[in-house]
């Protein structure tokens, strides 16, 4: 059993800055990309950015140049680094991690969300 906890959402203001974390605990052997996704309220839930074990990174186009996704590896967490934020940035944001509770077996793993809200 994986649990992804994520952390650090709340209320800002257009143009302010937010860090969301999300841990990864329980049966791990590895973990090879984790992520963070966005639901804003009657859309569907979209990528915002994804890292792999290595560092490479993938960032939605209306994220890039505002947000940095992170990870340290040793404490199997994934950080969000959201600065300049907007209105359209109000969601439920997911953390995702595709972890190996062993060698040969491997599935997704989704946290329970955390909501971000700018007000216009």
């Known amino acids: 059993q994986v649990q992804l906890v994520e952390s650090g959402g709340g209320l800002v203001q257009p143009g302010g800055s937010l860090r969301l974390s999300c841990a990864a605990s329980?049966?791990?052997?590895?973990?090879?990309?984790m992520g963070w996704y966005r639901q804003a309220p009657g859309k569907e839930r979209d990528l915002v950015a994804d890292?792999?074990?290595?560092?490479?990174?993938n960032y939605a186009d209306s994220v890039k140049g505002r947000f940095t996704i992170s990870r340290d590896n040793a404490k199997n967490t994934v950080y969000l680094q959201m600065n300049s934020l907007k209105p359209e940035d109000t969601a439920v944001y997911y953390c995702?991690?595709?972890?190996?509770?062993?060698?040969?077996?491997?599935?997704?793993?989704w946290g329970k969300g955390t909501l971000v809200t700018v007000p216009s």
């Open positions: 890292i792999t074990s290595g560092g490479n990174t």
């Open positions: 329980g049966i791990i052997f590895s973990i090879n990309a």
């Open positions: 995702n991690a595709q972890v190996r509770t062993m060698p040969a077996y491997g599935t997704d793993y």
